[in-house]
């Protein structure tokens, strides 16, 4: 835990080390507690969460580790929120079935971070909902894609009795 108090070295020396070389299902689920647990500048967890997203190959530990820091709901910069785009798109041509948590990991994403996506982006989504969907996830992820943004009226009808009952 004391690791974390110099976090770029945290980071390159522990984390992504471990993410590469294909950790255990109870060393990501440990490391993720404690990561769970700090407080780390916003910049070095954006910076991680794009070195997670193009590592390769990709383990189901790599997700554990992203779903962590994206629970964090730091403001992340645009660039990061389409690496994350890409990383989940990348599985589209995939055709194995993808564990739960990357459902997981892709559920969270969208619900942290459902607003800060421009149209192609969910549009790419979306698409992607259509090749892996999974049965208990993907129908809260589709949902939160779907979501107006606050102040925005996603069906013009309830538009027209909101206005009516005003």
């Known amino acids: 835990?004391?690791?974390?108090?110099?976090?770029?070295?945290?980071?390159?020396?522990?984390?992504?080390?471990?993410?590469?070389?294909?950790?255990?299902?109870?060393?990501?689920?440990?490391?993720?507690?404690?990561?769970?647990?700090a407080t780390i500048p916003s910049m070095h967890v954006a910076a991680t969460i794009v070195r997670l997203c193009v590592m390769t190959p990709w383990y189901g530990t790599s997700s554990i580790l992203l779903t962590t820091m994206l629970n964090k709901k730091y403001a992340?910069?645009?660039?990061?929120?389409?690496?994350?785009?890409?990383?989940?798109?990348?599985?589209?041509?995939?055709?194995?079935?993808?564990?739960?948590?990357?459902?997981?990991?892709?559920?969270?994403?969208?619900?942290?971070?459902?607003?800060?996506?421009?149209?192609?982006?969910?549009?790419r989504l979306k698409e992607l909902l259509k090749v892996h969907f999974h049965e208990a996830v993907g129908s809260e992820v589709r949902r939160e894609l779907l979501a107006p943004k606050p102040g925005e009226v996603s069906d013009p009808s309830a538009a027209a009795t909101r206005m009516e009952v005003s």
């Not at 785009?85 to 969208?110: E, I, K, N, Y």
Request: contains cysteine.
């Open 1 to 37: 835990k004391k690791s974390i108090f110099k976090p770029a070295a945290f980071f390159k020396g522990i984390v992504l080390p471990m993410a590469q070389e294909q950790c255990t299902l109870r060393e990501a689920v440990v490391l993720s507690s404690v990561l769970a647990k």
């Open 76 to 123: 992340l910069p645009l660039q990061v929120i389409e690496h994350l785009v890409s990383h989940f798109c990348a599985f589209g041509s995939d055709d194995r079935l993808l564990p739960v948590v990357w459902h997981r990991a892709l559920l969270v994403f969208a619900q942290r971070y459902k607003f800060d996506l421009n149209e192609e982006q969910r549009k």
